[in-house]
């Protein structure tokens, strides 16, 4: 009988043991399918991450080709980034000189955000706007237009006539070279764009 019992013991105590290492395996297996799971979703998400990602560049690249040619132009014209104060003045003063203005003085103040009233959302990026002043004597009305025509064919930038007044200096108009027969006081509005917090002046 005592072999009988062995067995028996032996048998029990084997079919327990592989009961405990199924289970063991059973609980490694579902411990192991979900951090392949988990590992399955993480490099998913890189992988639609990387993805976006991918679509971002290649939409940002067609945009660079589809505006830099604009964008290229609107350097070119000193309408975009800071705004060349330096060449406005220069560029009226040659004018001045080349039309022998009698007199002309000007005045330039601080660069403001303009708000075009479009209702467009502006971004990270502002319109801004210079006011001129300008005072002149001039020999007759044709040196007025100009003097507008050299300063929107040579000056850097885009400006605007918001306001010109001619007044007569004399009773009797002379065609003397140097006679100063009309005066004009003209505001011009010179517009500029760049970022939002970019009121910082420059006179390049």
Request: charged share 20%; proline share 3%; hydrophobic share 40%.
């Amino acid at each position: 009988m005592k072999p009988e019992h062995e067995f028996l013991r032996n048998a029990a105590f084997l079919f327990a043991g592989s009961a405990m290492l199924s289970a063991a395996l059973l609980t490694g297996s579902g411990l192991f399918e979900r951090r392949m799971e988990r590992a399955c979703q993480h490099h998913r998400a890189q992988l639609h991450e990387t993805r976006q990602r991918y679509l971002t560049a290649v939409a940002a690249a067609h945009s660079i080709r589809d505006y830099l040619p604009q964008f290229s132009a609107l350097q070119d014209t000193g309408l975009w980034g800071k705004e060349h104060r330096l060449n406005w003045i220069e560029t009226l003063q040659d004018a001045a000189a080349a039309l022998q203005l009698p007199a002309l003085s000007y005045e330039i103040g601080a660069r403001q955000v303009r708000d075009p009233g479009m209702g467009l959302p502006s971004g990270s990026h502002r319109v801004y706007s210079s006011a001129m002043t300008l005072d002149m004597q001039l020999l007759h009305e044709g040196d007025l237009f100009a003097l507008l025509d050299l300063l929107e064919a040579r000056a850097k930038g885009l400006y605007r006539v918001a306001s010109c007044e001619l007044t007569r200096n004399f009773e009797e108009l002379t065609d003397h070279p140097s006679a100063a027969n009309l005066r004009a006081n003209c505001l011009l509005e010179w517009y500029s764009i760049g970022p939002a917090d970019d009121l910082e002046i420059n006179t390049d």
